[in-house]
T-cell receptor
Framework: AQSVSQHNHHVILSEAASLELGCNYSYGGTVNLFWYVQYPGQHLQLLLKYFSGDPLVKGIKGFEAEFIKSKFSFNLRKPSVQWSDTAEYFCAVWATGGNEKLTFGTGTRLTIIP | DAGVTQSPTHLIKTRGQHVTLRCSPISGHKSVSWYQQVLGQGPQFIFQYYEKEERGRGNFPDRFSARQFPNYSSELNVNALLLGDSALYLC????????????FGAGTRLSVL
């Protein structure tokens, strides 16, 4: 069965700092990878996705993620964070050919200090 | 276009009671999935339905059941509620044309006392 690990439980950064949130998954086959964001009081929103092709994918609001197959990783990055990026971030994996479900990590709470 | 809508928004029940949560998918989406999100955790998969048939089931007890209707809306039922069932229950819909991208509703906050 697939699983997802997010290494950082809570990250605190100042505005304009660079961000990298770690995500590792375990599954031997082909995967689709996602980052979702949950802003305070709002529902889960898709930030970006990787299905195939270029391993560097760009999402909304200046976020990007790189799929490194050899490391089973899909880390989220942003060069310069803003106060409005304060939110909970979830990495998720869909194992193609496996159970038809989205498996989430435990989430990383990001707090941006103005 | 309306997104995924869930009702009710909040619900308070006591142990042993039964609860029904409802979800309407995005128009044109035929697949609905249910997730449980306990505070401080990521969403945990409960069920997926496609064209009114169960396509996947997570590691939840038989007290949890669901169904999908001809208009693709869905219900999640939980019997004999336990304190540990207190959580945010999320519904997500997807379409075959958008791959496995799940679009989430705002959720139903269930408190079991």
């Amino acid at each position: 069965a697939q699983s997802v690990s997010q290494h950082n439980h809570h990250v605190i950064l100042s505005e304009a700092a660079s961000l990298e949130l770690g995500c590792n998954y375990s599954y031997g086959g082909t995967v689709n990878l996602f980052w979702y964001v949950q802003y305070p009081g709002q529902h889960l929103q898709l930030l970006l996705k990787y299905f195939s092709g270029d391993p560097l994918v760009k999402g909304i609001k200046g976020f990007e993620a790189e799929f490194i197959k050899s490391k089973f990783s899909f880390n989220l990055r942003k060069p310069s964070v803003q106060w409005s990026d304060t939110a909970e971030y979830f990495c998720a994996v869909w194992a193609t050919g496996g159970n038809e479900k989205l498996t989430f990590g435990t989430g990383t709470r990001l707090t941006i200090i103005p | 276009d309306a997104g995924v809508t869930q009702s009710p928004t909040h619900l308070i029940k006591t142990r042993g009671q039964h609860v029904t949560l409802r979800c309407s998918p995005i128009s044109g989406h035929k697949s609905v999935s249910w997730y449980q999100q306990v505070l401080g955790q990521g969403p945990q998969f409960i069920f997926q339905y496609y064209e009114k048939e169960e396509r996947g089931r997570g590691n939840f007890p038989d007290r949890f059941s669901a169904r999908q209707f001809p208009n693709y809306s869905s219900e999640l039922n939980v019997n004999a509620l336990l304190l540990g069932d207190s959580a945010l229950y999320l519904c997500a819909s997807s379409s075959t044309t958008s791959g496995n991208i799940q679009y989430f509703g705002a959720g139903t906050r269930l408190s079991v006392l």
